[in-house]
């Protein structure tokens, strides 16, 4: 069966450092991959999408790698802030239909 | 632009008493429509999505049903519901046609059931 796995254990770092999440896959062979955020008590935020043929892309602080051949993506926040605490999702492309499926999700917790 | 509404945003109902949850898109025509469900300290489960009216697909069998009455309309309900139905409620929305499309998430609905 398909899976996805996350850091199961809660990431705590000190503010100004990189923070990096990890998103394992099995039984997928996704075209891409996407990260959300959520906070407490709220819906997921969208915030990236990579495909298979970028192994790496960039939105300001954030930048998520793909690595097929590892069935793994990582996706690194630099100079963290306080203001990142939160718990990050991923979601890989599901091949077929349209049930996108989550990760359990990795709780960061950035600390001043 | 586009805009999800869910409703209503917490409900407190009893063991074996009726549900029902709405949600609406505004700014978008034909987009896929999702409930997901999300206990206590798990992850997201997928419930039900819809890629049209009347075309309801089901990911985990359960006490729920799902209702896509109009192309922007998508309804969770439940004749008698469980204490294992307590979690927060998620309705989302994509763009319909393809995949590789963003989901977007309404506010949530949080049910105790009692």
């Known amino acids: 069966s398909q899976k996805i796995e996350q850091n199961s254990e809660a990431l705590n770092i000190q503010e100004g450092k990189t923070a990096t999440l990890t998103c394992n896959y099995t039984n997928y062979s996704p075209a891409y991959l996407q990260w959300y955020r959520q906070d407490p008590g709220r819906g997921p935020v969208f915030l990236l999408l990579i495909r298979e043929n970028e192994k790496e892309k960039r939105k300001e602080r954030l930048k998520v790698t793909f690595d097929t051949t590892l069935k793994q993506s990582l996706f690194h926040i630099t100079a963290s802030q306080p203001a990142d605490s939160a718990t990050y999702l991923c979601?890989?492309?599901?091949?077929?239909?349209?049930?996108?499926?989550f990760g359990k999700g990795t709780s960061l917790l950035v600390t001043p | 632009s586009q805009t999800i509404h869910q409703w209503p945003a917490t409900l407190v109902q009893p063991v074996g008493s009726p549900l029902s949850l709405e949600c609406t898109v505004e700014g978008t025509s034909n987009p896929n429509l999702y409930w997901y469900r999300q206990a206590a300290g798990r992850g997201l489960q997928l419930l039900f999505y819809s890629v049209g009216i009347g075309q309801i697909s089901s990911e985990v069998p359960q006490n729920l049903s799902a209702s896509r009455p109009q192309d922007r309309q998508f309804i969770l309900s439940s004749k008698k519901l469980l204490l294992s139905d307590s979690g927060f409620y998620l309705c989302?929305?994509?763009?319909?046609?393809?995949?590789?499309?963003?989901?977007?998430f309404g506010e949530g609905s949080w049910l105790t059931v009692v």
């Open positions: 989302a929305w994509s763009e319909g046609g393809g995949s590789g499309n963003t989901i977007y």
């Open positions: 979601a890989p492309d599901p091949n077929s239909g349209y049930a996108l499926n």
